[in-house]
């Protein structure tokens, strides 16, 4: 996949994506990551990206011009972006859905949003997608286009090793994941829960199960309207909520 992104801040980009997981996947070619200054699209002596908005009023506004002239260079060289994502607290929020529609295309753009905002005619007629990451807001886009770039490409496959991992992380199905133990068995008298240690692998899908589903149920009995869920799972909700709350 390779992924374009015009940014005023290029190197916020440097740590986070240079490291561990992208920075293998870019290393092996699976994702091909071009960050963009946006300064060396602008004609003038200022490398002016903003500037003052029309009617008055606070603030300023991403200019049209540079972010036409970067999304033409990079349609030059590589070809039309399937996606460009506007990031922006006014977006579709950021969901392991889009997660996965995202990842399943060959290219994006993404434009990093500052100031009030971008003028409308790169809304209008550059972007297909406007993406917030949450209900906050930040002072610009970079950091949401990270997230974004992070969750994407962890999906494609290939880059992260063990592919079952990725189905098995918390949203896959809708829930979240329950408790993981790793050794010792005790530690500072805290004993990891015996079935774990059973060998008995229907007894512990069973359990897993049950402990993601109270987890969701305690923490974002929001996400069970939209889960997957069997019969099964329907039985240990019920269960659950007879139970009540365990502190
Ligand atoms: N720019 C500023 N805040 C943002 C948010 N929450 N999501 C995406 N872009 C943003």
């Given at each position: 996949m390779r992924i374009d992104v015009l940014t005023i801040f290029p190197r916020m980009f440097e740590g986070p994506m240079t490291e561990a997981i992208l920075y293998r996947a870019q290393e092996v070619g699976l994702v091909d990551l071009r960050v963009h200054d946006?300064?060396?699209?602008?004609?003038d002596r200022h490398r002016t990206v903003d500037d003052y908005p029309f009617g008055g009023g606070p603030g300023m506004v991403m200019k049209p011009e540079p972010l036409f002239a970067a999304v033409d260079a990079v349609t030059a060289v590589a070809g039309r972006p399937q996606r460009i994502i506007l990031t922006t607290p006014q977006g579709r929020v950021f969901d392991q859905d889009l997660a996965w529609e995202l990842s399943r295309q060959r290219h994006l753009l993404i434009i990093c949003g500052r100031y009030?905002?971008?003028?409308e005619r790169v809304r209008e007629a550059l972007v297909t997608d406007e993406v917030s990451i949450g209900d906050y807001v930040l002072t610009g886009g970079e950091l949401p286009a990270m997230v974004i770039i992070d969750a994407v490409v962890r999906?494609?496959?290939?880059?992260?090793?063990?592919?079952e991992s990725v189905y098995q992380d918390s949203f896959e199905d809708g829930l979240l994941e329950g408790p993981q133990y790793t050794r010792p068995r005790e530690f500072r008298g805290l004993a990891v829960p015996e079935v774990l240690l059973s060998g008995h692998h229907e007894a512990v899908r069973r359990w897993r199960r049950r402990q993601a589903l109270r987890r969701t149920l305690e923490?974002?009995?929001?996400?069970l309207a939209r889960a997957r869920l069997t019969d099964e799972d329907r039985a240990m909700l019920e269960e659950l909520r007879r139970e009540g709350p365990v502190l």
């Open positions: 946006l300064r060396d699209y602008t004609t009030e905002g971008v003028d999906l494609i496959p290939g880059v992260v090793g063990g592919e923490r974002r009995p929001d996400l």
